[in-house]
């Protein structure tokens, strides 16, 4: 799943749907400096299954994509933020394929 982008602030905040504007506003409202804006990248591992998270960064290195942030949430989704989030997805794609998920 990838949601359209995330706000790169002084600490993480992740923003869903397209209220990118309104997101950016509130922060600035609240004295909050938004520095960039960006698309991450949401996947999700097999948790019973080890080497998954080095499976994932392997390909996506083997491919060329430059990982900048990573981590988890509440919700056991891994967060990507991709120096090219387009490539990012193609690899994100045959690897969820090619693992049977």
């Avoid at 905040?13 to 922060?27: D, K, M, N």
């Avoid at 804006?37 to 998270?53: A, H, K, N, T, Y």
């Avoid at 990982?67 to 991709?82: G, K, M, R, W």
């Amino acid at each position: 799943m990838l949601l359209p982008f995330a706000l790169s602030v002084g600490r993480k905040a992740e923003v869903e749907g397209g209220g990118r504007r309104r997101a950016s506003t509130s922060l600035a409202a609240a004295g909050t400096r938004v520095s960039a804006v960006r698309e991450v990248l949401i996947q999700r591992l097999q948790q019973d299954r080890p080497g998954q998270l080095g499976g994932l960064c392997r390909r996506m290195a083997e491919a060329g994509v430059n990982i900048e942030v990573l981590y988890s949430d509440h919700a056991n989704q891994l967060v990507l933020v991709l120096d090219d989030p387009a490539a990012g997805r193609r690899v994100s794609a045959a690897w969820m394929r090619d693992s049977g998920m």
